[in-house]
């Protein structure tokens, strides 16, 4: 994520030293309102972008647990059983078929989801804080105003710091997930004999 923001901060540092008095790459000055495309628009999308990525990842990962057990331990129940989709499913999955306990209970998840209605605001409608009457999407607000990094009135705006915040939120909720194998291995081991 330093990569991200370290191109982000190379192109307002690159914006900000140029002469733009008539447009800067092809944009008039009359026509655009380039401090805020140039300083505040472009690096939000470079985040935006990374931002769905990372997001991807998580997905992966979790359904690559989700087959691993599933594969080691002969569950005969597939991922399409399920009725949610995405982390929903696989986390349901984890919690239902294998076992994994206290998933979906924790504050990390309760961090993830908040993360993930996030996702789908960028990813369904654009990052768009209002719908299709003008009105604001409160709920999304809350959610920006919760995870911090995030501002815009009429969409989403991302700031410096957001995706470490969110690369952090997925890394708490793997340990979570850990924890809770740990957990589950110990109670087997432990288990009596009949």
Not at 2 to 15: L, N, T
Not at 159 to 181: M, P, Q, R, W
Request: aromatic share 10%.
């Amino acid at each position: 994520m330093q990569g991200i923001e370290k191109q982000a901060a190379e192109s307002v540092a690159a914006f900000r030293a140029s002469k733009h008095s008539d447009g800067y790459q092809g944009l008039d000055e009359d026509s655009w309102d380039l401090k805020e495309i140039f300083e505040a628009y472009f690096p939000s999308l470079q985040r935006s972008s990374a931002f769905l990525t990372v997001w991807g990842f998580l997905e992966h990962e979790l359904d690559k647990l989700r087959l691993q057990y599933q594969s080691e331990k002969g569950f005969r129940l597939t991922l399409s059983d399920l009725s949610d989709k995405g982390i929903d499913r696989s986390t349901s999955y984890l919690e239902k078929v294998a076992g994994l306990e206290g998933l979906k209970s924790s504050k990390e998840w309760d961090e993830v989801k908040t993360v993930q209605r996030i996702r789908n605001v960028i990813a369904r409608d654009n990052g768009r804080l209002r719908d299709h009457q003008g009105k604001s999407k409160s709920g999304i607000v809350g959610d920006m105003k919760k995870l911090g990094f995030l501002s815009g009135e009429d969409e989403i705006i991302f700031a410096e710091g957001f995706l470490s915040k969110v690369t952090d939120a997925c890394n708490n909720y793997f340990k979570v997930i850990a924890a809770a194998v740990d957990a589950k291995e110990i109670a087997a081991l432990t288990k009596p004999y009949k």
